[in-house]
């Protein structure tokens, strides 16, 4: 495994009279160190430019003297938190290579550095078959805002700046050899926010983020889809990019070139003589904070399986501390043997609380009803624990309800003010209610669509796979992250498009695997019905969706299929080694007119735990293997959108 050069750029204190001065881009660079330092293993030279040091020379000559080190087999990545810019192209030179008619460039501290001339930085590096990744922060909108409550890492600095650099916007494009991860598009506006009190670049905090959960194999496109659909969370104007996006390209390579890859082992949990019981995974794999999740032991992976080792499977421990690398946890209802080793699975994940900030500073009457309908909101009345109420915005988490209730309606918005739902009605006691109830709901199905194992050993050994129907080359999702399915011609109008979904086992050999295919609407409904509500896909064989028949990906039966129109699907592969239980995962639409109380969200998940537990009763295909209980876990998600083409 090859050595990963870093070069690790972030300024947050751009001159005032230049640049509206940043806050997170500090930050940014110190979680990605933090990362580096534990995914590579001591195999990470590190380089960083900070505030006035992370000047255009100082940029350029540490991509080709710190980057350019880099050797055959080795990494070179460069990261970029800041400001970005955009210039018209006016001269004739620029017009030729720029078909947005705009020149994009990075603001560094005291200058511009050209998008072109960027490329053929980061290309020379790659050119010596170099690994070469660039991941950048920033913004090329020239100064587009949306959302009073976010920051955007745009910039219209000086004159003379745009003049210096317009040289360099001549540069004809190369094709590229790097690997680009973007904040936005060339058209849209990136934007910074707080989390927990910290300032964060979005796509900085979600492609953190989906890095911490994902598997030490997974491809930069695997990355990028999981970043996007946090990222989406917080704000729906700002669509990262990966590029080149080609399929079998560097693109489905492992992120860093799969440097730190690992085949996860396991779970293991053991005592210390001063800590007590703790298991070996921790917040920096991607458990989430806090207490409350829970462990089960599993049956020893070797071929002799005494019945003294096998007598406390099925055994629960409970997270009490997580920390970085481990876990203390604390035995339910027995006592471990001191000198044994168990190897254990997650089998009820504490989530983190969605949190909400409320706001109504013209109607104290509908505050008050909302406050109380949310404090109220969980079993019997008493508080839920999906939502936390904080005082600011600046205070929540990654999942953040924003409730301005104004004009005799209460608006749920994002971070950037887009809404999660149309206004609700605020006209009575019941109405609040129905808003906590949808914050309830809203929680739940972001919860299930962002569920991944912190480095599950079962990660990649089923894949998850759509193709045209009548087809065998599976659909990739593009540089937005989505797989595109467009609807065709058809005589009376435009025609579904059909596809397959496959589930295939990749392995010769080993154990069969029980797999359930959620699908996830973006009218907030998660159903299993696409695969049977579960079955098992043995070593080498495939399972089809519908028993092999096709499925129509289409618009609601109330959309007309108009130009331009479209629908988002998530479908989570979650793969087990034993029978799961469902019922944890079903979820109707939101449907602001059903009754109160209909959906029974708040029974299932009375205790806030996402609860991985073998059915009340079995399949017919069961086997005493299985019997412990579903064990290991992992998932897969591929994120599906259905559209009208324009023309």
């Given at each position: ?5 870093a ?32 995914r ?27 980057l350019?080190?880099?050797?055959p087999g ?77 920051t ?21 494009a190369?094709?590229?050899r ?40 997974a ?8 970043a ?59 458990l ?37 690398e ?19 699975a997650?089998?009820a ?30 079993p ?16 929540a ?12 309606q209460?608006?749920v ?5 887009s ?31 962002d ?23 599976p ?48 009218s907030?409904a ?5 695969f ?10 495939t399972?089809y ?13 109330h ?8 629908v ?20 109707d639409r939101?449907?602001?007119l ?53 023309c």
């Amino acid at each position: 495994m090859g050595t990963v050069h870093a070069l690790l750029t972030g300024i947050n204190a751009y001159s005032a009279d230049r640049c509206t001065p940043l806050t997170g881009c500090l930050n940014d660079v110190e979680a990605a160190e933090e990362l580096l330092v534990r995914r590579t293993g001591g195999r990470l030279e590190l380089t960083k430019l900070l505030n006035g040091d992370a000047t255009v020379s100082a940029v350029a000559a540490g991509i080709r003297h710190r980057l350019g080190r880099a050797r055959p087999g080795d990494t070179a990545l460069f990261w970029f938190s800041g400001h970005g810019t955009e210039q018209p192209a006016t001269e004739r030179a620029h017009l030729d290579i720029e078909a947005t008619g705009h020149w994009q460039a990075l603001v560094c501290a005291d200058g511009l550095l050209v998008d072109k001339r960027l490329g053929v930085l980061l290309n020379e590096v790659a050119a010596g078959g170099v690994h070469t990744v660039a991941v950048l922060d920033c913004c090329y909108a020239g100064g587009a805002t949306r959302g009073r409550h976010l920051t955007p890492r745009s910039a219209s600095p000086d004159a003379a700046w745009f003049a210096a650099a317009a040289r360099d916007a001549r540069i004809p494009a190369q094709p590229a050899r790097h690997l680009l991860l973007a904040a936005t598009r060339l058209d849209q506006p990136s934007y910074e926010g707080r989390f927990k009190g910290r300032t964060h670049g979005l796509f900085s905090y979600a492609l953190l983020g989906a890095l911490r959960a994902a598997s030490p194999s997974a491809t930069y496109r695997e990355v990028h889809a999981a970043a996007r659909s946090r990222l989406q969370v917080s704000c729906a104007y700002q669509r990262p990019t990966l590029a080149p996006a080609e399929p079998g390209g560097i693109a489905d390579q492992p992120f860093l070139g799969g440097a730190g890859a690992r085949v996860p082992s396991p779970y293991l949990m053991w005592e210390d003589r001063e800590d007590g019981w703790q298991v070996d995974c921790g917040s920096g794999h991607g458990l989430p904070p806090g207490p409350g999740t829970e462990f089960r032991v599993t049956r020893p992976d070797t071929p002799r399986r005494t019945p003294e080792r096998t007598a406390d499977v099925g055994r629960t421990v409970r997270a009490a501390t997580v920390g970085l690398e481990r876990t203390l946890v604390q035995p339910v209802s027995w006592s471990p043997k001191p000198a044994e080793v168990y190897p254990v699975a997650l089998s009820a994940l504490a989530v983190p609380p969605a949190s909400v900030a409320l706001t109504a500073p013209d109607d104290p009457a509908a505050a008050r009803a909302l406050a109380r309908a949310i404090a109220e909101a969980g079993p019997g009345g008493g508080p839920s624990p999906l939502l936390h109420r904080v005082g600011r915005p600046e205070d929540a988490g990654a999942l953040l309800f924003r409730i301005e209730a104004r004009g005799g309606q209460a608006h749920v918005l994002r971070r950037d003010g887009s809404a999660f739902v149309p206004p609700l009605p605020l006209d009575g006691p019941e109405d609040a209610d129905r808003v906590a109830a949808c914050l309830v709901h809203l929680t739940r199905w972001h919860q299930l669509r962002d569920l991944e194992a912190p480095h599950s050993p079962l990660t990649g050994r089923i894949r998850l796979e759509i193709t045209p129907w009548g087809s065998d080359t599976p659909l990739v999702p593009d540089g937005d992250g989505e797989i595109a399915c467009r609807y065709g011609p058809g005589p009376a109008g435009p025609v579904p498009p059909l596809v397959s979904v496959r589930i295939r086992h990749l392995a010769t050999t080993g154990r069969r695997l029980w797999c359930v295919l959620l699908d996830l609407t973006d009218s907030y409904a998660s159903h299993t019905g696409l695969f049977d509500d579960g079955r098992f896909v043995g070593p080498g064989h495939t399972g089809y969706a519908l028993d092999n028949r096709p499925v129509q990906l289409s618009l609601p039966a109330h959309t007309t299929p108009r130009p331009g129109a479209f629908v988002r699907d998530w479908l989570k592969l979650i793969v087990c080694e034993g029978e799961l239980n469902t019922v944890p995962f079903h979820l109707d639409r939101w449907d602001p007119l059903a009754p109160l109380g209909s959906r029974g969200t708040a029974l299932r998940h009375a205790d806030g735990l996402l609860r991985f537990d073998a059915p009340a009763r079995s399949s017919r295909d069961a086997h005493p293997e299985e019997a412990g209980g579903p064990g290991q876990w992992a998932t897969q998600t591929v994120q599906v959108r259905t559209e009208v083409p324009r023309c």
